[in-house]
């Protein structure tokens, strides 16, 4: 009797298991569609793409750090960059140029705007945890290396990694 309890215990946890990890293949191919499709519109503007990667980053962040599993943690995250890449690259390209055509004072309102989006205080509560949990994944170094360039440096971006 004790060996059935213990079997069905262990088809429900393996079962559960496999829920949670279908669950974040869905969540992971949600992501990519939004990025690529805001990377592929030619109706949006440089800003609207980048809050569209903006909130699909914080929310991925949200999901990387609610996974207990380190190891699992990791895959996810290091899936959500390499399968967003392409798309992650070509929206930040977009908007560097478009601020290289701003003065200083369009640059400023774009900061502006940019700090009183939803997303923005998200992203600076959850950035610092994400870091240390996920510094190991070096996409996720050079992405927030570009990200950083690109908004501060007057619009200057290099592709090197």
Known sequence: MR????????GILLSAAGCSNAKRAQ?????HERISQAAQAANLSPEAKFDTLAQSLVAAMHEG????????????VSSYFKQ???DMVQILEELAVWQLDMNEVQRMGFGL????KPYSGDFVRLFPKFYRRYRQVSFMNDFGKK???????????????
Do not use: E, Q
């Open 3 to 10: 060996s059935l309890i213990c079997i069905f215990l262990f």
């Open 27 to 31: 969540r992971l191919a949600a992501h």
């Open 65 to 76: 750090l609610n996974i207990a599993n380190p190891a699992k943690g990791k895959k996810y």
């Open 84 to 86: 967003n890449k392409g």
């Open 113 to 116: 705007r940019l700090v009183t």
């Open 147 to 161: 990200l950083k360039s690109t908004i501060f440096n007057n619009g200057t971006f290099k592709i090197d990694f």
